[in-house]
């Protein structure tokens, strides 16, 4: 949960047994890359991208997913729901629902109970949804690959689903936000002379998610700003990736994001708020990934 002097509209509580204690990071931020980033998104503004009509976006994306996911409406939540929120989870789109369809709904809302509501510590419950794939060490190596790609997407479906149905208590903790295996995301984007460190220890922890976010929410108090903190953090997370990802050789990205978009495009995409398909067809692949 965030904790800085003023706190956000819609705060909960201070106290709640499952909040999360900010971690004090092993690697500095520095203001100067926030600096630099937050510029870049006030360009960008300067270029016709309203920011408020992106907040705006994250605000329905946080009604969609509270909506469906709250404890009271859980119970009914129905394979076109998940699949509902799915659509707005880019990583996750393309490999997820045919493992959770195989399973049922029942299954399904039950695992998406206890991610959400259960008794475990947060990392247990979201590396135990991430399992929701099946993987067959039995079968070959491509097979095997595959389904370790479909968990790892998986792994950003739970932690889109924490964050977005409570967005102020839970930060975003998806693999673009940060990946200690591969020592890659965002928050990379912070640390002054990050390209010329072989290592950056972060790890994958819910506390240094939350450290990182009560530092960008400093930050953010710094520029006079509020309101909506929680989905600043995240603008603020996907300019940072964004201008990273558009730095790599156009052959090097992949279907997933897409060749040829603007920069602005990404952003949306990198947070799930691009545009959907023309006539509403789903970008949810029915077919498990290969």
């Known amino acids: 949960m965030l904790w800085f002097k003023k706190q956000p509209d819609s705060a909960v509580p201070a106290g709640e047994a499952d909040a999360i204690v900010p971690a004090a990071l092993p690697v500095a931020l520095d203001?100067?890359?926030?600096?630099?980033?937050?510029?870049?998104?006030?360009?960008?503004?300067?270029?016709?991208?309203?920011?408020?009509?992106?907040?705006?976006?994250?605000?329905?994306?946080?009604?969609?997913?509270?909506g469906l996911l709250n404890a009271q409406a859980l119970p009914s939540l129905s394979m076109d729901g998940i699949e509902a929120l799915l659509e707005t989870v880019f990583s996750a789109r393309r490999r997820v629902f045919p493992a959770l369809q195989a399973l049922g709904v029942e299954v399904t809302r039950?695992?998406?109970?206890?991610?959400?509501?259960?008794?475990?510590?947060?990392?247990?419950r979201l590396q135990k949804f991430s399992g929701i794939v099946p993987l067959d060490e039995t079968a070959d190596k491509e097979t095997r690959k595959q389904a370790a790609k479909n968990r790892r997407a998986a792994f950003d479906f739970g932690a889109e689903m924490l964050h977005f149905n409570?967005?102020?208590?839970?930060?975003?903790?998806?693999?673009?936000?940060?990946?200690?295996?591969t020592v890659s995301g965002a928050l990379r984007e912070f640390i002054r002379g990050n390209d010329s460190l072989p290592d950056v220890p972060l790890g994958n922890s819910p506390e240094m998610f939350e450290g990182a976010r009560a530092w960008l929410a400093?930050?953010?108090?710094?520029?006079?700003?509020?309101?909506?903190?929680?989905?600043?953090?995240?603008?603020?997370?996907?300019?940072?990736?964004?201008?990273?990802?558009?730095?790599?050789?156009?052959?090097?990205?992949?279907a997933d994001f897409g060749r040829g978009i603007t920069p602005q495009e990404q952003l949306k995409k990198f947070l799930g708020i691009d545009a959907e398909r023309k006539a509403g067809q789903s970008r949810v692949k029915r077919d498990m990934a290969r």
Request: aromatic content about 12%.
């Open 31 to 66: 203001p100067g890359q926030f600096q630099q980033h937050f510029a870049q998104l006030g360009r960008q503004a300067e270029e016709g991208v309203e920011l408020e009509a992106l907040l705006a976006s994250l605000r329905m994306k946080s009604q969609l997913f509270s």
């Open 110 to 124: 039950g695992a998406i109970q206890e991610l959400l509501y259960g008794n475990m510590a947060l990392a247990e």
């Open 166 to 181: 409570n967005p102020v208590k839970y930060p975003l903790m998806t693999r673009w936000v940060w990946d200690q295996n």
């Open 218 to 254: 400093e930050q953010i108090a710094g520029q006079g700003l509020y309101k909506d903190v929680p989905f600043w953090i995240d603008l603020i997370l996907a300019q940072a990736y964004s201008e990273y990802f558009r730095s790599m050789a156009e052959g090097m990205l992949s």
